[in-house]
Structure formats: structure tokens, C-alpha cells
């Protein structure tokens, strides 16, 4: 049986490795979902468990590209912190003075300015790592150090608060799409996935490439075409709280219908994840830019030998590290409603732990964006469960230790076996 199981993922052409961590993820809820007594597996928590892993998730496609280039990035969780507080700082006691309190351009100015400082400061410590040669983990830790004072600096240790609604809509349970447009986009993104499969399989037919079966197309297909939906109708099941409906309505003047339900439908915060995740997964396969970062991380100096700035790669890498990490600041920021000088403390340890779990390999050189996502999935999955069944704080960081170090193992071995170490 497990031979013909072999043969179909074989056939299937589906990577062993993301079958693995969905296997992981799928073993982690059930276990947490007997343990909390079927609460982890409802619709509730699951959205609830989405927006609590965008912002992880959005640095954690960062994270490939610099663990790709053999670099570490232990500065995120700060930059996070300063970048929030400042955009905080910026619609709270600057702007409203300028363009009025509810103004619309409010949110926009604010993650304008936002993407731009992350941008900068990543681009400054990149600068400092390819051009003075410093190393990444020296110039990172620094970082950390630096823009978590810069944090506190900036609000005197003051909580920023309340942030503009149009910006909470960016990462809170507000900011959904609700249900129709959340159909809408699970119909068009299941006939682009079964439009991206016919195209792939002529493009290997006219290149004399080997292709799969015709069965096994229609069954990766439908495969796929069902997690689209599965996803959407899980997000669709769950309902917005009667309390919140009434006080919606109460907020226009208006008498709630009697038996008027709506539910909330995707997050704005899972778009803006899943956008980040196709661009990035774009840069990496389609564009120069990706093909040079992992040309470097298998051998700089081969890469520097056949042309390649591997010193402004560095720069331009670790800038967009920081443009992500700005938009995680804005997720982060969002859901929370405020800005905290804790903002984003310990991220940088999810973050590696995500992209490192999710199959980027430290010694550089390979890395995939979907893995580091997944990755990020089963962190927080493991995290929220944990929290549920009443494991204490430090319990739970040893746990998590614990299964970094486990799955740096299992992915050594993994190397070992498929030859890629």
C-alpha cells in the first residue's frame, strides 16, 4: 500500500516535503482539537488563527531570500516594533491635524510611510553587510537592539491608540470581504489555478518535456480547486456575533432586521498574505532578481565570478526584507487596534522558525515561498493550540524550541537522503 502510495505522489508530481508539513498541521489540529474539546477546528478559531499568522507569514517570504543568500535577519521583530509605532505616531497625533480625523488618505499616507521607513532601514543594514562587510548576524543583532530603544523612544513606553478604522480594517476581524466577494475570488482563483495547469502542461509538450497522465492532471486539479473552496466555506461559516450586527446598525440609525445574519468572509490581512506570497513567488521563479539570490546562496563566489553584484544583491534583498516587515507592521498594528512598545517582540525567532520549518535550508541555497507560509501556519498553529490547553508562556517557548531544533534534524536528513546537502 505504501508502495502504490509512493507511485501516485510519484505520478502526482507533489512535493514530498509539502505533503509532509500538511501532514503536520493536519496532525497538530486534530491533537489540539480533542484536546480543547472540539473548539480548535471551528470556523471561529480558524479565522481567528489566519489573522493571528499574516504578519509571521508575510516577513516569512522575506526570510527566504535572506537565509537563501546564506544572511540572517534577527532585526525584524524590532523594525516591526519601530515601524508600527511610528506609523501609530503618524495617524494618531500628526495627521489628523492636516487632513482631518476619518479622512480617508489617512491610512493610505500612514503605510506609504511606513513601507518607505522599512524599506530604507533594510536597504541601510543590507548597505552595511555587502558593502562594509559586516556580518548579517552582527549588523542584525545591533538592529535588534537599536530599533526596539527607537520603539520605546518614539512613545516614551506609551501605548498608540486608537489607530484609524480604515487602517484597523488592514489586519482586524473588521476588514473582511464577506461572502459573495469571497466566492467571487475562490471562482477566480480556481479557474486561474486550472488555467496555470493547462498552460504549464503545453509549455512542457512543446518543450519535449515528460508530462503526468491526463487523470493525474484532472486529480491535481480537482485537488486544488477543492482546498480553494474548502478554505473559502470555512471562512464563509463563520457569522458576525448578533451584538456587533446590532450595534452596527444602531451606529446608522437603523433597526436590525429580525433574523438578519451575515458572516465575515476572507480577512483583508489573508489577501494582502496571499499577494505578497504569488508576487513573491513570481520573483523568485519568473525574474533575474530571484534567479541571481539563489545563484548566490549556492555559491557566492561563482555568482560574484560570472557577474552578479552579489554586494547590491545584498542591499536590494534585505530592503525588501524591510518593505515586508513594514506591511507585517500594518497587519500587526491592525489587529491589535493600537500600537505597544512590545510590538512584535519575538517575531524574529518565528519568523526564522517558519521559514526554516517550512524547508529553507541554512546553509543557503534553496527555500520556497509556500513552504515558509506553511511553516508559518504550523508555528502558529501550534502556538494558539498550546494556548488553548492552558500551557503556560515559557512552557510553550521551550516547545517551540524544541521543534525548531527538531526540524533543522529532520531537514538535514531529508538532504542527506535526496542528495541536496
Not at 33 to 58: C, E, I, K, M, W
Not at 359 to 369: F, K, N, P, S
Request: glycine share 14%; charged share 10%; proline share 3%.
Amino acid at each position: 500500500m505504501s508502495g502504490g502510495l509512493g507511485k501516485l505522489i510519484k505520478t502526482l508530481q507533489i512535493d514530498t516535503r509539502l505533503l509532509g508539513m500538511i501532514g503536520a498541521f493536519v496532525i497538530i489540529a486534530l491533537v489540539f482539537h480533542v484536546a480543547t474539546g472540539g473548539t480548535f477546528l471551528t470556523p471561529r478559531n480558524l479565522f481567528t488563527l489566519t489573522l493571528q499568522t499574516a504578519s509571521v507569514a508575510v516577513m516569512a517570504t522575506g526570510m527566504v531570500f535572506v537565509i537563501v543568500t546564506r544572511n540572517i535577519d534577527l532585526s525584524i521583530g524590532s523594525l516591526l516594533g519601530i515601524v508600527g509605532m511610528i506609523m501609530g505616531v503618524i495617524q494618531v497625533q500628526i495627521l489628523p491635524d492636516f487632513v482631518g480625523f476619518g479622512s480617508p488618505s489617512i491610512w493610505i499616507i500612514t503605510v506609504i510611510a511606513g513601507l518607505l521607513l522599512g524599506a530604507a532601514i533594510g536597504a541601510f543594514q543590507g548597505w552595511l553587510i555587502g558593502y562594509l562587510l559586516i556580518p548579517s548576524f552582527i549588523v542584525t543583532l545591533g538592529g535588534l537592539l537599536i530599533w526596539r530603544g527607537g520603539a520605546w523612544w518614539v512613545s516614551k513606553g506609551t501605548t498608540i491608540s486608537p489607530l484609524d478604522p480604515n487602517f484597523i480594517m488592514l489586519g482586524g476581524a473588521t476588514g473582511t470581504i464577506g461572502v459573495t466577494a469571497s466566492w467571487a475570488l475562490a471562482l477566480v482563483g480556481s479557474a486561474l489555478t486550472v488555467l496555470f495547469l493547462i498552460n504549464t502542461r503545453r509549455k512542457h509538450i512543446s518543450h519535449g518535456f515528460a508530462v503526468k497522465p491526463m487523470w493525474a492532471e484532472y486529480a491535481l486539479g480537482a485537488i486544488l480547486v477543492g482546498a480553494i473552496c474548502g478554505v473559502t466555506a470555512i471562512m464563509n461559516a463563520y457569522m458576525v456575533p448578533t451584538r456587533i450586527l446590532e450595534r452596527r446598525f444602531a451606529s446608522e440609525g437603523l433597526e436590525m432586521p429580525e433574523g438578519y445574519t451575515e458572516a465575515y468572509g476572507f480577512p483583508i490581512s489573508v489577501l494582502i498574505v496571499l499577494a505578497v506570497a504569488i508576487g513573491m513567488t513570481i520573483i523568485a521563479k519568473k525574474t533575474r532578481f530571484g534567479r541571481y539570490i539563489f545563484a548566490m546562496g549556492g555559491n557566492p563566489d561563482a555568482a560574484e565570478l560570472s557577474g552578479i553584484n552579489t554586494r547590491l544583491l545584498t542591499v536590494k534583498v534585505f530592503a525588501l526584507m524591510g518593505a515586508l516587515t513594514a506591511i507585517a507592521a500594518v497587519i500587526a498594528s491592525a489587529r491589535l487596534g493600537s500600537a505597544g512598545s512590545s510590538l512584535g517582540e519575538l517575531d524574529e525567532l518565528r519568523v526564522i522558525a517558519a521559514a526554516v520549518i517550512g524547508g529553507t535550508a541554512l546553509a543557503g541555497g534553496v527555500g520556497t515561498i509556500y513552504g515558509a507560509i506553511l511553516g508559518a501556519l504550523i508555528m502558529q498553529a501550534l502556538v494558539s493550540g498550546m494556548g488553548m490547553v492552558g500551557v503556560d508562556s515559557p512552557l510553550q517557548n521551550m516547545i517551540v524550541g524544541g521543534v525548531l531544533i527538531i526540524a533543522v534534524w529532520i531537514d538535514i536528513i531529508y538532504r542527506r537522503k535526496t542528495g541536496d546537502a
